[in-house]
């Protein structure tokens, strides 16, 4: 495939809105992943193409939480190797399977954002977080859009993070996530790179720009596009089902 410069630069344009948006409240890959889907690509190469870009937006995000000191990174130490131990599970998964099923649509848990207000952690906080870490890591390695999003609700629950704390947290796991996946399928071939570095650089500049507007905007800001990406989550699971049946 020999894309067009028309379609590489509208691609750039999706993938820095997409980081914007995932920066933020994750969801990113609900844009970029259709978007590669239009182009024609293979399945299997639309996500390891998706990965090859995604992982610079999460690395401009997270480099600026942790210049923030958002990041609890302690706790980043633990999770970091989950998501990535989960990932190349997920992404060696996603090799086996034949296009026809990853095309046949995907599950998202709708969850109503809960109160943002900090306190103590939930019992056996720890272990349920690694858990989390290891379970969306793999999702992400497997598929991924909205995989940032399932992250924040799920510290927000079991730590009690503020919504932008979480946000912060949630890149640590993100990263790891997206950076394992992209390792396995660039080691598979599934990755086109005249496609995804230029989709790289605009996932860098929007991770960096998303992760701003974050540390300046707080809960409120997150709160808002969480909102945005849970609806647009819901709304791609109809679509899917209705389409399905």
């Known amino acids: 495939m020999e894309p067009s410069p028309l379609i590489i630069f509208g691609l750039f344009l999706v993938a820095l809105l997409a980081?914007?948006?995932?920066?933020?409240?994750?969801g990113g890959g609900l844009l970029t992943v259709p978007a590669l889907l239009a182009t024609g690509l293979p399945t299997p190469m639309v996500f390891g193409t998706n990965k090859g870009s995604a992982v610079f937006g999460s690395g401009a995000a997270l480099l600026r939480f942790w210049r923030a000191r958002l990041i609890d990174r302690r706790r980043a130490m633990v999770l970091f190797p989950l998501g990535m131990a989960g990932s190349f599970?997920?992404?060696?998964?996603l090799t086996r399977l034949d296009s026809a099923v990853l095309t046949a649509g995907f599950?998202?848990?709708?969850?109503?954002?809960?109160?943002?207000?900090?306190?103590e952690p939930t019992k056996n906080a720890g272990a349920k977080t690694a858990l989390l870490a290891l379970v969306i890591g793999a999702y992400d390695g497997f598929f991924g859009p909205g995989t940032g999003t399932f992250l924040i609700i799920g510290f927000v629950v079991l730590l009690h993070l503020s919504l932008q704390q979480a946000s912060a947290n949630a890149k640590v796991v993100n990263f790891a996530s997206n950076l394992a996946a992209m390792l396995w399928l660039a080691w598979k071939g599934l990755v086109v790179w005249q496609i995804s570095l230029p989709m790289a650089a605009g996932q860098f500049i929007g991770g960096t720009i998303g992760a701003q507007l974050a540390v300046k905007g707080g809960d409120t800001l997150v709160r808002r596009v969480?909102?945005?990406?849970?609806?647009?989550?819901?709304?791609?699971l109809g679509y899917d089902l209705l389409h399905t049946h």
Do not use: K, N, S
């Open 89 to 93: 599970a997920g992404a060696a998964l």
């Open 226 to 236: 969480v909102l945005c990406v849970v609806l647009a989550l819901v709304t791609r």
């Open 19 to 26: 980081g914007l948006v995932d920066a933020i409240a994750g």
């Open 107 to 119: 599950v998202v848990a709708f969850v109503r954002p809960p109160a943002t207000h900090e306190g």
